[in-house]
């Protein structure tokens, strides 16, 4: 004779796999976004790398920054992705450059269109202060404080400006890329209050 499950027992099995759904889905998601964090860190220390290979073959200069309409070889963004794929602009075809996207943040931020070209996007900031001609040699700041890229709001990193202040793109902060190559979690809050954080000279 088949023995049958009753309704109780039945609602007792549900109950428990809820139970136990309800316990390893927080563990879940915890995980989803360490992998996360460390697939953005992994990122700002390959864009770090090509920081390290372009101040390396222009004697010391750091790439610069953009500086309006026009400029478009100004892209410490672009500049860097020459230097370590061969291509310019940050943009390619279907594919896109996913070093230069944090998977811990949907949005990203298009670069301007010069003369017609797409430059691609990014949510990985400049710092503000990466200003023309800098030689690594002139910084008053120690490289492994001097902050040039990180996680933002908008392409250019200026903690001046609401739009443009650092992003919170994961549970622990935001990642910062500094000269020195060397990558680290920082508090949001305090990157954005604190100018001082963006000296770089």
């Known amino acids: 004779m088949k023995k049958h499950f009753t309704l109780i027992e039945l609602l007792v099995v549900i109950a428990i796999i809820a139970i136990l759904a309800a316990m390893l889905l927080p563990a879940l998601a915890r995980a989803r976004d360490s992998a996360k964090q460390s697939s953005c860190m992994n990122n700002l220390k390959q864009i770090g790398l090509g920081v390290t290979l372009y101040v390396d073959h222009y004697a010391g200069m750091l790439p610069r920054k953009y500086y309006g309409a026009g400029n478009d070889n100004y892209w410490a963004h672009n500049c860097i992705n020459f230097v370590m794929a061969g291509r310019y602009p940050l943009y390619d075809g279907a594919k896109g450059d996913k070093i230069w996207s944090c998977p811990g943040q949907v949005k990203t931020y298009s670069l301007p269109n010069v003369n017609g070209e797409y430059l691609g996007a990014t949510n990985y900031g400049v710092n503000l202060n990466l200003d023309r001609d800098m030689n690594m040699s002139q910084m008053t700041v120690s490289a492994s404080q001097g902050i040039i890229f990180l996680d933002s709001l908008h392409q250019e990193c200026n903690p001046w400006m609401d739009v443009r202040k650092p992003a919170r793109n994961h549970p622990a902060g935001s ?11 920082e508090n949001t809050e305090r990157l954005a209050g604190v100018t001082s954080l963006f000296k770089l000279r």
């Open 175 to 185: 990642a910062v890329l500094y000269l020195d190559g060397h990558v680290a979690m």
